[in-house]
């Protein structure tokens, strides 16, 4: 009678198992040759940090509300695979860091993450193929899509399927409202086309899911260059935009904090304060803190001849000294990172302004890296061996750094005088056509 009780006990026990296992979604995974010894799972605005084994493995369980995708985030790897998951099923991966290309899903959703690598594909396609206008193009994202979705029901997941469809429908919305990005690289005016102009008008600025798929921002975008006659994003017409078509509150406060932000963090001058307007008038009074604080930082701390903040940064043989040691000349300096492709590319601009200057000792010219990666930097500078002084901002020192000078992005270029004194904190970059021109005006005033 006992050993009935134990039998029945143990498979009460399994079978309770079974159904939890169920609930779960579970990814486990393996990364080799890696700088860390930690990787994060990234869910929407939620971040999970998982320690790796001694072999470089990981396991990772979440019980979800509905499938979805989520990002894993390896230090110093240049990839960022993105993994279906959904409660019942388990995932695989292997990721390289110094073969990033490689990375390798396998598991019960294997054949869920072969279609997902043609479905990009397809769609990076779809916005390359010739158009000859709007609806044609809107015709072929729909034909696009219904033969992407046939592919998918062939699976034979119904929770995919599912995924698979409300995304797609989203995709579409997003492909035609970038519908922009086809006239630009045709040379066209954005309102060129009647029927694009119909649909962006109809868009509803209120609705916060236009929000969520970032079709708002594109819509100031359009609307901006449809004002200015110019493809380049221009961040104070689009607050105007805003300010002057959005009325919902959550949705006007969140992009003018992103827009401001963008705007005055870019070292750009020519409207700071008309932007520090617009943006204190649509924030709500929780969000205007950074905004002040960033207003106050390019209109104090960076105006044209203050003394620049001072900062540590690294050789490349370890010693550590302050960005002052170096004034003496004038100083052309170039912020980059190996990481970053538009940074690599001016480097052969860098040189020619090397060998054109070098024989006047007024001007140094030096790059300051933000790789957290050190072994990659290092490796960076052996291989290339530029002819200039090279250094690296310690990674605890980043953040400081970005904010000290208000740079949301790489590559940046700033220039100071001898004494140490802001001339342009975002300077032409070495390849613009009239850099030289732009030194010499410095050089000879």
């Known amino acids: 009678m006992v050993k009935f009780i134990l039998f029945l006990l143990g498979g009460f026990l399994f079978v309770a198992f079974q159904q939890q296992t169920e609930k779960v979604a579970k990814l486990t995974g393996k990364i080799l040759n890696a700088s860390a010894d930690f990787v994060v799972i990234g869910y929407e605005e939620e971040r999970d940090t998982l320690f790796l084994a001694s072999d470089g493995t990981f396991a990772f369980t979440k019980e979800l509300e509905s499938p979805d995708m989520f990002m894993v985030l390896v230090p110093s790897c240049r990839a960022y ?213 960033l207003y106050t930082n390019v209109t104090k701390s960076l105006k044209v001849n203050s003394l620049a903040p001072d900062f540590e940064m690294v050789t490349p043989e370890g010693k550590t000294l302050k960005f002052s040691e170096v004034w003496g000349k004038i100083v052309y300096i170039d912020i980059w990172s190996t990481w970053c492709a538009p940074c690599c590319k001016e480097i052969p601009y860098v040189a020619k302004l090397v060998e054109h200057y070098k024989n006047n000792s007024e001007i140094e010219f030096i790059s300051i890296s933000l790789d957290k990666n050190l072994k990659d930097w290092q490796s960076f500078l052996e291989s290339h061996r530029p002819g200039w002084k090279q250094f690296v901002i310690p990674e605890k020192q980043q953040r400081a750094f970005l904010k000290l000078y208000g740079i949301n992005g790489i590559p940046r270029f700033m220039v100071f005088t001898k004494e140490g004194r802001i001339i342009d904190t975002n300077a032409p970059r070495p390849s613009s056509e009239n850099i030289m021109n732009y030194l010499d005006g410095i050089l000879n005033p």
């Open 81 to 293: 695979p993105a993994v279906f998951m959904e409660n019942g099923k388990v995932s695989h991966i292997e990721i390289d860091v110094d073969s990033p290309q490689d990375v390798r899903i396998t598991g019960d959703l294997e054949a869920v993450h072969d279609y997902l690598d043609k479905r990009y594909l397809v769609l990076v396609d779809l916005k390359k193929r010739p158009v000859r206008g709007f609806k044609e193009y809107e015709r072929m994202a729909y034909h696009v899509v219904d033969s992407l979705l046939d592919v998918v029901q062939k699976l034979g997941d119904e929770c995919f399927y599912r995924y698979e469809t409300k995304y797609l429908r989203q995709t579409v919305d997003v492909l035609k409202t970038g519908y922009f990005n086809i006239l630009s690289t045709c040379g066209e005016k954005f309102d060129s086309d009647p029927d694009y102009n119909i649909f962006m008008q109809s868009m509803d600025l209120n609705d916060e899911a236009n929000l969520k798929n970032s079709n708002i921002f594109y819509y100031l975008q359009w609307k901006a260059s449809c004002l200015t006659g110019s493809s380049v994003l221009d961040y104070y017409e689009m607050l105007k935009v805003l300010q002057k078509e959005v009325h919902n509150q959550q949705i006007s406060n969140k992009l003018a904090f992103q827009l401001a932000r963008i705007y005055l963090m870019s070292g750009r001058k020519e409207h700071v304060e008309d932007v520090y307007r617009i943006a204190k008038d649509l924030l709500a009074e929780g969000s205007r803190k950074e905004i002040d604080d």
